[in-house]
Structures are given as structure tokens and as C-alpha cells.
């Protein structure tokens, strides 16, 4: 690959990161490397940035945490190594909520700082993968980027509404958690941020093979470029009215109706069903289950063997606790507690157990639609990008409500994929299509039409 | 019931200390996600899923793999000492 | 529980498995320089994920069906979450749910059976070392090379009652554990942590930690109750409370009292899946699995033609089979002999079978000493005096070469045995007016013809033996 190409690449980043602070690093010598490697691949000229929380061999990789300051992982990850052994060249980490613990990026850790929208400097970018959308809708569309994002409760579909761009999560297990530092284990899925859905199918037959070495890694050899230029005449869509009544802005409701009547023209067919389940106990048990396991994986984070670290003084109790309350942010500490209480005894019956029996009512209730439907479609967000300011003094409460479309899915683990169909005061509104496990291909199939006759993003 | 005290407990068990500002501020931000995360009480009672799809039998064969150069595994940090990790006391 | 007994004791052992590769990623099980058996998986590097070892858990499930429990059709993992200098994840993936096997026996040596609660499998942390006293180190030094090995917890139900019995108990699961090959003893670790109670306290109990061996589990628990026993005498209250073992001085301390242990607030492992133990690959483990004692006894006495005593000590020690099958001669003789008097001269230097280690060397000694008995070239008596220099030279590691012996000390018998037949026979029809007094109730003409057999082999043969002979013959 041209290595001036290289150079143009990271000086354009540099001066969109000093803006919007879409990155946490930028990694012009590993991008100069990979480019004198160039192995010939599917992605050869293609450039990716990788959210944070995704490692990068031999590259900071913090998951947007003060307490994973200085860590630089001695492998890749699965998807990262796809990407690199495909000939895509990684440019650099992008900022998230730490640990992947928000919908709107403020929850960065602490020293980092929030992303800002590319389309209006004052608002969200959404989150956590806020870095990840903010750069892919900021970079110009000559130089070829795409983002490696990550959702645990709606992470990729939320930014990607809120800068305007395509984010699609596959379904858990179809990309390899291998190298993925976790969040919440049964929920994290790892999947492209792109503006384009061509780009995204491209991405995704790469990372989407098995790997061994995840457990819960199922994989897939499909192409699912194969998906795109498909006919949709006859497909059957599911719009979960839930989703377009209270607790949604009524102008977001609108351009998911007018995007409806698109399909409608275009001879797909479409019903209105209510999920009664997944809205009353989907996001509550989302978090429950996603705090109790990332209470668990944080335990780890302690000044020893990697990561920031204190003088060592005192006994392991006194020593950990000071490393642990000096470099988590307020989000995390407060997620700790809140999992460590849900699953201590005689709690954790009533959350913990109970969270995941309601796992499988809602997967149950989601199945039986996706047997009437080929599709379901709701917002992907409440609303629009909303301002910073506003968004900072909310308390945790109205943070996690806003998940209420995105987690109960990625509760269930279907793919889904977040299109734009409009805007609202100048912010993009994004539609969401969730397919069953597994079948990315008729969300390939139903954005790639959508995406051709809106004129492109 | 949730208090100030049990909020210090839980934190003391998943070393994290919180200041006294913090501890009042997290107080009723945790008492109300709890009372909300009670809705499910009234789900109806399932099997659990550990994972969204059914995944079994997931096994390594019991072969020894290559092992990481030990410069690699004392790289990230600089407590250590003559090959050894250095830990915080544990008494 | 309503206990009545005296003492009331239970057993938590964790076995370490002689797997190749750790439980969850493929570091070698070994010794080695400190941390350069070491991953990003057992080193708990956020991103790593853990896989499990199959044969860790073929290994369990071995156990699991030797000591007859039920086995779990579906198994799943946990993380007990605290934190710990030497976990590398402050976490440790164990099973809580649902163990792998539930409700098993193990006979002690005295036919009663203990119950075993449950048979588990989890991971080892590290190890640590402390620079100076655990009480003084400004720090402590962590190898991760020993995180992650393969451990399967034992829990016996507390059905105990005293040091001995559990000193038992740990020697016949040992023992299992050699049957089954699923341990080795110079790889693999073996630690128990103890609970007792005493009736004179109401049965308040105590956890001794990590006990080595089963000579210490019974110091361990000697002190312990000696200990209650002092206290409550003293009118003090015993609180319910862990203690540590110091093994050099055979005493007990306090660690930490129950009320300041944290919560481990067990989740399952997401990280891990849902592992199916269905009937087929239950029976291809039974199939696969090493002859058991039970099995073992009775093929050495219907096969073999063992006594049934012989087979029964030989099968129920592992060291004793080993050494049994490794000698390769007359079974009969060689059963008796290892029954007899291998293990009275071990036992005579305090030693216990396990503290021998049964190389070539000592192997064919032993072979030798039983060659000569069998081709008749010594008698029993000069066998036992053989055996005895034999376990000298075991106590004090030396070697022994018993035909040397035998020639310094002119103990070769008489040419033949069967000579002593022939001389016997020449000694009655020479001497029919002693053997006539003899049968009229004079014992001691017997020994004149006793005398005159002595004679013609030259004082070779064994007296006793000569009177044997001589009485048989004349019945």
C-alpha cells in the first residue's frame, strides 16, 4: 500500500480527534508497518479504527479506563487478526463509555474525554462506541475506513443512529470474543460501524469466522456480501409499536413510520406487533445480568501484572481498594456495587436467576414474532442525539431507560442493524431491523435496498 | 433495605472505596435502579439461558501448547522482582 | 444435623489432576522457572478467554464414578469471585451450581463408609512466596505457573470422628487416586482443609487450612481437639473461625473468624458453555478405567490363587500392587512375603509404604531374596533374617545385595530341600526306638532324631523346619 496514503490517513484523524476526540489512540506506527506488510486481502486498502475495548497487539488498549492505563496487550484479537491478515491497516483506538458502561459516551474514564457529534459539536455522539461513529461519519468517503465497534445492550445501534451511519450487531457468538475485553460476556458482540451497508457485509465475512479458542464462538463461513442487491418483495416486516408510542419522541416515531410506507411501496409487506415482555422486563434484566457479570470481570483490574498501578503499600485489601477507587470513574464504581449486590446471597434468586429465566421468556417472545415476520423494525434510540450538557446531570435511572429499545434485543442476542431514515433539527433519526440468529442476511438484504433508494448516507 | 451501611459493605467486598459525597450520592441512584429492577419479579418462571443460543460442549484436547515468554507476561508492569510478580502483602 | 458423637469431622481435599495442560488453556502442568508457564489466559489478561480441558474432566468423572456418585448429565462452571494476592482473575472458575458428582461412599480400611457430599472441578491460583515471614514482608512474590492447574475438590460429608479416621480416609482416597491414575504424587498436589467440632462445645466448628498429606491431617486434628478440649475446659468461648496448620511446629493458629468473609456471590461463567456427561461417554470412561481395588482382589485370588487375606491387603495399598506385579515371580510366595514381612519390616522402621520408593534397585532385591526362597536355597527363617537386613538397608537409603549376604554368613541351605526329605526319612528308620518313644508321649526323644537329621546337613537346616517334617511323616 502507498504509504503516503498512510500518512494522509492519520494526519486527517489527527485533526478530526483534536475536534471531536473520537480517539483514545493513534497508532501511526503500527499503521505504517501493517502497510509495508500489506499481505493482498479482501481488505487490502481499506483503513479501520478499533474501539477501544477491543485489543490491539502491542497497542494501548484501555477500554476507555484510566485502570487499563499503560496496558498493551501481546495478542490480537480475533476480529483485529482478520483484519490484519486480510490486508486492512489499523489506524487507531476510539473512545467509549468505560467499559462499554453508557449510551452516550459520558461516561468516559477518568482523563478521558467525551467524544462530540461530527454533525453538531454540542451533542452526543451516543455510545458506548461513541469514537467509533463519531470518526466514521467525520472521515471524508475517499479515504475507505470502517470501525470496529462493539455492543453489549445496544452500543454499535446507538451511535451509529445518533452520527448518521450504519451499525450492525450480529447475533452472539458470530464473531469470536477472543481478544474482546468484556463487558458483559453473554451480550458482547462485536460488529462494523460503517457508512455504507456494502462496507459493513464486507467487514462482517471477515470476522465472522469461528475461532476455538472463545468457547461461545459459533461462527460462520457465509458471505454476506451475497445478501446485498437482493429483492425484498414479499418480506415480511414486524413493526413493534411499543417502541413508537410513549417514551418516544414523536418526530423520531414519524420517520420510522414514513421509512414503514417505504417498505410498503416497495412490496415488502408490514403488520404492527407488541412485544409485551421484552419492553416490561427486557431492560431491566438486561442490566441486571449485564452488571453482575462486568462486576465480575472488573474484579481483575487491581494494580497488578498490567494496567495502572500504585506504590505498593499496605495489605492486599488496602492496596487494591486504593487502585480500584483512584482510577474507576463514578459509572463504573457505581455498576460494581450495583452487580455485586444482585448477586450476593439472598438476592441473588430475585435478580441474578430471575434475570436470566426472564432471558429466555424474551428470546421465547422475540422467536415466536420472528416465525410471523422475516423482520421486526422499531427506533433504534428514543430520540435524537441529544446535547452534552443536558445529558450529564440526568441521573443513572433516565441513562439506562434509554436503552429501551436496543437492550431487550441484545438481550436475546439477534442481530440487528441501525440504518439512517432522516433527520429530526438537523440530527440523523436511525431505523432499526432485528432478524433472528443468524439470519444477518435479510438485514443485509432490507438496509442495502433502503440505503440505494435513499441516495446514500 | 438498602443503606448507607450496606452500600460501604458491598463496596468494602468488591474493593471499592467510596467517598462520603459519593456514598450519598449513590444512595437513592441505587435505591431506585433496584426498586426498578424488581419488575421482573412478575415474569413468569422459566428455564435460565446462560447464553442467548444454545452453545454445548465447547473442549480443548489435553495437548501443551507453547507457553508466553516470561519477558512478555513481566512486561506490563514494574512490580516485579527476579522473575517473580510483586503482590501487596497478603496477611 | 443432630450430632451425638464426640468429635465430629469433615474433609474438603483438593486433588491437583496429572493432566498435560491446564484446566483452561495449554500451559504445561510442570515444574518450571517462575512464570514462564504462563498465558494471557492464566494470567487473567483482560480479553483472554478460558477453554476447558476434556481430559481434566474425564479424570474427575473417573473419581466421581469410582467413589460412586451420581454424575451431573449437564455440566456448568461458576466464578467465585474475591480477592487475593495469588488469584490472577480475583475470580476463580469453580463449580457451585451443580456439581459433577454428588452423594459417593469411601470405604476406610475398617469397612466403615464415609459419604461423600460432592466431587467438584476448579482451578489452582498461583502460588506465592514470601519474601521473610508472611507476618513481616513488605510484599509477596507471585508464580502464575501453578494458576489454572486442574484441581478436583472431595467433600465428604462430616461422618468422622476422630484424627485417625480421617488420617484413614485420606489414605484410601490416596490410594484411589494411584488406582486411577489420575494423580502423581510428584507433579500434582494434594491439600485438605479440615472442619471439627467437639460435643463440650455445642459443636461449634473450626476450618483447619491446607493440611498436607494424611501424617499431618491427623497432627493437625489431635491439636485441634486438644486445643477445644483446653479451651472449653478454661471456660472460654470457642468461636466459630478458620485457622491455619503450621505443619513444623504441628500447631494450629487463628486466621480469621467467618463473620469477616466476604460474599463470594456466585455467578455461572459466561466465558464457559453448557458441557453434556451423557451415557455413552460415561460408559467409555468406566470401560477405560484401571482395574479397581475391589477387581483387583479377585483377580488375584481366582487368576492368581492368592489367599484371600493376601489379596486383600495387596489390592487395598496401590504401592503394594505395584510392587506385587512389578516382581514377576511365583505370585503365591511372592503375595505371601510382601504381606508378611515387606510390610512388617516397614512398619518395624516407622516407615509407611508410601515413603518407599519402589525403583529397580529395591525391586530386584526384593526378587532376589524370593528367588532363593523359591528354588529352595534358603529356609523361611533365613528369608525373614534376610528381609530384615532388607529393611534396614530401606530406612537408612542404602543398598542391600542379599546373595552376598547369604555366602558372607553361610546361610545357603543344605544343597536341596528336598534333600531334608530324604534325610528325614533315612533319620525314622534309623532311629525307630526314638520315634516309638516319641508316639508314646516322650517329646523329648523327638529331638534326638531332630539331632541326628541336624547332623547329616551339617547344621544347614532349620531346626523348626526338621520337626515339621519329622511330625508329618510320622502321622
Known amino acids: ?457 | 433495605m438498602l443503606d448507607k451501611d450496606m452500600i460501604r459493605k458491598i463496596a468494602k467486598n468488591a474493593k471499592v472505596e467510596l467517598t462520603e459525597e459519593e456514598t450519598k450520592e449513590f444512595l437513592p441512584q441505587i435505591e431506585d435502579v433496584l426498586e426498578w429492577f424488581k419488575a421482573i419479579e412478575n415474569a413468569p418462571d422459566m428455564e435460565m439461558s446462560m447464553h442467548p443460543i444454545k452453545i454445548r460442549d465447547a473442549f480443548r484436547d489435553d495437548i501443551v501448547e507453547q507457553s508466553m515468554p516470561k519477558e512478555y507476561a513481566l512486561q506490563g508492569t514494574d512490580h516485579k522482582k527476579d522473575g517473580y510478580f510483586k503482590g501487596p502483602r497478603a496477611v | 444435623m443432630g450430632f451425638d458423637a464426640d468429635v465430629v469431622i469433615g474433609l474438603e481435599i483438593h486433588v491437583g489432576l496429572s493432566t498435560e495442560s491446564k484446566l483452561f488453556c495449554g500451559c504445561a502442568v510442570d515444574e518450571g522457572e517462575p512464570n514462564s508457564l504462563t498465558c494471557p489466559i492464566c494470567l487473567g489478561m483482560p480479553g483472554s478467554k478460558p477453554k476447558l480441558n476434556r481430559k481434566a474432566v474425564e479424570y474427575a468423572i473417573r473419581l466421581c464414578l469410582s467413589l460412586g456418585c451420581e454424575v451431573a448429565p449437564l455440566m456448568m462452571f461458576s466464578r467465585k469471585t474475591y480477592f487475593y494476592p495469588d488469584m490472577s482473575k480475583n475470580y476463580q472458575i469453580t463449580q457451585y451450581e451443580v456439581p459433577l458428582g454428588s452423594n459417593g461412599v469411601l470405604e476406610l480400611s475398617d469397612g466403615k463408609v464415609v459419604g461423600i457430599e460432592r466431587v467438584h472441578v476448579e482451578e489452582d491460583p498461583a502460588s506465592l512466596v514470601h519474601a521473610g515471614s508472611i507476618r513481616d514482608s513488605p510484599f509477596v512474590l507471585v508464580d502464575y505457573n501453578r494458576s489454572g492447574h486442574p484441581l478436583c475438590e472431595v467433600v465428604t460429608r462430616p461422618e468422622m470422628h476422630s484424627p485417625e479416621e480421617a488420617r484413614d480416609f485420606m489414605r484410601q482416597l490416596i490410594n484411589v487416586l494411584n488406582y486411577l491414575g489420575i494423580f502423581d504424587p510428584k507433579r500434582c498436589i494434594i491439600k485438605a482443609d479440615a472442619n471439627i467440632s467437639i460435643k463440650e462445645s455445642g459443636y461449634v466448628r473450626a476450618e483447619v487450612k491446607n493440611i498436607s498429606g494424611f501424617k499431618d491431617i491427623e497432627r493437625a486434628l489431635g491439636y485441634e481437639i486438644a486445643r477445644q478440649r483446653q479451651a472449653v475446659a478454661e471456660d472460654k468461648v470457642i468461636i466459630q473461625e478458620t485457622r491455619g496448620f503450621d505443619a513444623s511446629s504441628g500447631t494450629t493458629f487463628s486466621m480469621r473468624t467467618k463473620e469477616t468473609e466476604d460474599d463470594y456471590g456466585y455467578i455461572l461463567d459466561p466465558d464457559l458453555v453448557e458441557y453434556v456427561v451423557g451415557e455413552g461417554w460415561k460408559k467409555d470412561i468406566a470401560a477405560s478405567m484401571p482395574e479397581l481395588p475391589k477387581e483387583k482382589r479377585e483377580r488375584y485370588e481366582k487368576e492368581l490363587g492368592l489367599s484371600s487375606d493376601d489379596a486383600h491387603v495387596l489390592a487395598s495399598d496401590y504401592q503394594l500392587v505395584l510392587l506385587f506385579e512389578r516382581l514377576d515371580i511365583d505370585p503365591v510366595l511372592a503375595a505371601r512375603w510382601i504381606r508378611r514381612e515387606f510390610v512388617r519390616v516397614i512398619n518395624y522402621h516407622s516407615l509407611d509404604i508410601t515413603d518407599v520408593e519402589l525403583n529397580d534397585d529395591l525391586v530386584s532385591t526384593f526378587k532376589n531374596i524370593l528367588k532363593m526362597l523359591s528354588e529352595k536355597k534358603i529356609t523361611d527363617k533365613t528369608g525373614q533374617q534376610l528381609m530384615d537386613e532388607f529393611g534396614n538397608a530401606i530406612a537408612a537409603k542404602e543398598a542391600f545385595d542379599p546373595e552376598t549376604y547369604v555366602k558372607k554368613h553361610d546361610l545357603l541351605a543344605i544343597g536341596d530341600l528336598s534333600e531334608l526329605d530324604g534325610f528325614c526319612k533315612e533319620a525314622i528308620v534309623e532311629n525307630q526306638k526314638a520315634i516309638d518313644d516319641y508316639k508314646s508321649g516322650n517329646e523329648g526323644a523327638l529331638n534326638f532324631v531332630v539331632g541326628q537329621v541336624m547332623r547329616k546337613t551339617r547344621g544347614k537346616a532349620d531346626p523348626k523346619e526338621v520337626i515339621e517334617k519329622l511330625k508329618e511323616m510320622i502321622q
Not at chain 1, 38 to 43: D, E, H, R, S, Y
Not at chain 1, 63 to 85: H, M
Not at chain 1, 188 to 206: C, E, R, T, W
Open chain 1, 1 to 457: 500500500m502507498d504509504l503516503e496514503k498512510v500518512h494522509k490517513m492519520i494526519e486527517v484523524c489527527r485533526k478530526i480527534d483534536k475536534k471531536l476526540h473520537c480517539f483514545t489512540t493513534i497508532c501511526e506506527e503500527e499503521a505504517i508497518s501493517q502497510a509495508k506488510d500489506n499481505p493482498a486481502g479482501k481488505l487490502s486498502g481499506k483503513f479501520f479504527s478499533v474501539k477501544d475495548c477491543i485489543c490491539v497487539k502491542g497497542v494501548e488498549s484501555c477500554a476507555g479506563s484510566a485502570i487499563l492505563k499503560g496496558y498493551r496487550p501481546p495478542f490480537d484479537a480475533f476480529s483485529v487478526q482478520r483484519i490484519k491478515e486480510e490486508g486492512g491497516i489499523i489506524i487507531g483506538k476510539t473512545s467509549q463509555d468505560e467499559f462499554g458502561f453508557g449510551g452516550f459516551c459520558v461516561n468516559t474514564g477518568v482523563g478521558f474525554e467525551t467524544p462530540k457529534n461530527p454533525i453538531d459539536d454540542t451533542r452526543s455522539c451516543g455510545g458506548s462506541s461513541g469514537g467509533a461513529a463519531c470518526i466514521t461519519k467525520a472521515l471524508p468517503d475517499e479515504l475507505n475506513h470502517v470501525a470496529l465497534a462493539e455492543s453489549t445492550g445496544g452500543s454499535i445501534a446507538c451511535p451509529a443512529a445518533f452520527c448518521g451511519t450504519i451499525g450492525l450487531t450480529p447475533t452472539y457468538g458470530l464473531v469470536s470474543r477472543w481478544g474482546l475485553i468484556d463487558y458483559g460476556n453473554s451480550l458482547d458482540k462485536i460488529g462494523p460501524i460503517a457508512k455504507n451497508v456494502p462496507d459493513a457485509a464486507q467487514i462482517l465475512s471477515a470476522i465472522a469466522k469461528k475461532d476455538i479458542r472463545d468457547s461461545t464462538s459459533v461462527g460462520s463461513d457465509g458471505d454476506y456480501a451475497s445478501y446485498l442487491g437482493k429483492d425484498i418483495k414479499g418480506m415480511k416486516i414486524g413493526v413493534i409499536s411499543d417502541n413508537l408510542g410513549e417514551g418516544t419522541d414523536p418526530a423520531v416515531a414519524e420517520r420510522i413510520r414514513k421509512a414503514v410506507s417505504y417498505f410498503d411501496s416497495t412490496g415488502a409487506e408490514y403488520n404492527e406487533i407488541s412485544l409485551p415482555s421484552a419492553v416490561r422486563y427486557g431492560l431491566p434484566a438486561y442490566y441486571i445480568i449485564a452488571m453482575c457479570e462486568s462486576s465480575t470481570n472488573l474484579a481483575k483490574y487491581c494494580g497488578m501484572r498490567y494496567g495502572a498501578n500504585e506504590k505498593l503499600d499496605g495489605n492486599f485489601n488496602e492496596y487494591f481498594t486504593k487502585v480500584r477507587s483512584r482510577f474507576f470513574g463514578k459509572e463504573a464504581k457505581r455498576r460494581i456495587i450495583l452487580g455485586t449486590y444482585a448477586r450476593m446471597a439472598g438476592y441473588r434468586d430475585a435478580y441474578y436467576i430471575k434475570a436470566m429465566k426472564v432471558r429466555t421468556k424474551v428470546i421465547e417472545e422475540y422467536k415466536t414474532a420472528l416465525k410471523k415476520f422475516d423482520v421486526l423494525l422499531s427506533p433504534s434510540m428514543p430520540m435524537v442525539a441529544p446535547k452534552i450538557d443536558e445529558i450529564k446531570d440526568l441521573p443513572p435511572m433516565r441513562h439506562y431507560m434509554a436503552d429501551a429499545c436496543t437492550a431487550p434485543v441484545n438481550l436475546a442476542g439477534l442481530p440487528h442493524i441501525s440504518i439512517p431514515c432522516g433527520n429530526h433539527n438537523g440530527m440523523p433519526v436511525g431505523m432499526m431491523l432485528i432478524g433472528d440468529h443468524f439470519c444477518e442476511g435479510k438485514l443485509i438484504s432490507l438496509a442495502d435496498k433502503f440505503e440505494r433508494d435513499h441516495d446514500g448516507i
